[in-house]
T-cell receptor
């Protein structure tokens, strides 16, 4: 069964600095997608960035980028120039295989200090 | 921008009572998902609809939970009777289809507290 592990329950970053959130996953599939979702307090979860496993190039969306290491089954999220609005719970998620379910990690709560 | 709507946003109910949640997906989205998010954990899929048909309810506790999407548009998730362990956030999401690349759009959720 596929699993997603986020080993950092909480992280803190100073405004304008860079922070990296870690995620590892386990799968025997070759075709899958990986995602980072942001869940602000009392607001809906939104997709931040996604990576197709067959693509070697790391995905980038403005200040958000990933470091996808397929062999190591690692998928970290880098947030550059952190802003107060980046404060939220961040979930790493996997989708693929026969079940095609979206499987989430336990989340990392990011605090941004002014 | 279109959003997934859910109601109520908060619900407090007593143990053994019935409770229902409603979800209105983004117009045109054929696939609808219900997730349960226990505090401190990531969301877990309870049930997935493709139009009005259930395609995955393997994690739905069918002795007390039921879900329907009668006309393939909005959906209702019901719990009867509620138990203390059902306290959680219930999230609804929708997507154009079930293809792996289709983005899932989430609603704001219903926070259930069972006393």
């Amino acid at each position: 069964a596929q699993t997603v592990t986020q080993s950092q329950p909480e992280m803190s970053v100073q405004e304008a600095e860079t922070v990296t959130l870690s995620c590892t996953y386990d799968t025997s599939e070759s075709d899958y997608y990986l995602f980072w979702y942001k869940q602000p307090p009392s607001r809906q979860m939104i997709l931040v960035i996604r990576q197709e496993a067959y693509k070697q190039q790391n995905a980038t969306e403005n200040r958000f980028s990933v470091n996808f290491q397929k062999a190591a089954k690692s998928f970290s999220l880098k947030i550059s120039d952190s802003q107060l609005g980046d404060a939220a719970m961040y979930f790493c998620a996997y989708r693929g295989g026969a079940t095609n379910k979206l499987i989430f990690g336990t989340g990392t709560l990011l605090a941004v200090q002014p | 921008e279109a959003e997934v709507a859910q109601s109520p946003r908060y619900k407090i109910t007593e143990k053994s009572q019935a409770v229902a949640f409603w979800c209105d997906p983004i117009s045109g989205h054929a696939t609808l998902y219900w997730y349960r998010q226990i505090l401190g954990q990531g969301p877990e899929l309870l049930v997935q609809f493709q139009d009005e048909s259930v395609v995955d309810d393997s994690q739905l506790p069918k002795d007390r939970f039921s879900a329907e999407r009668l006309k393939g548009v909005d959906s209702t998730l019901k719990i009867q009777p509620a138990e203390l362990g059902d306290s959680a956030m219930y999230l609804c999401a929708s997507s154009l289809g079930d293809w792996i690349s289709y983005e899932q759009y989430f609603g704001p959720g219903t926070r259930l507290t069972v006393t």
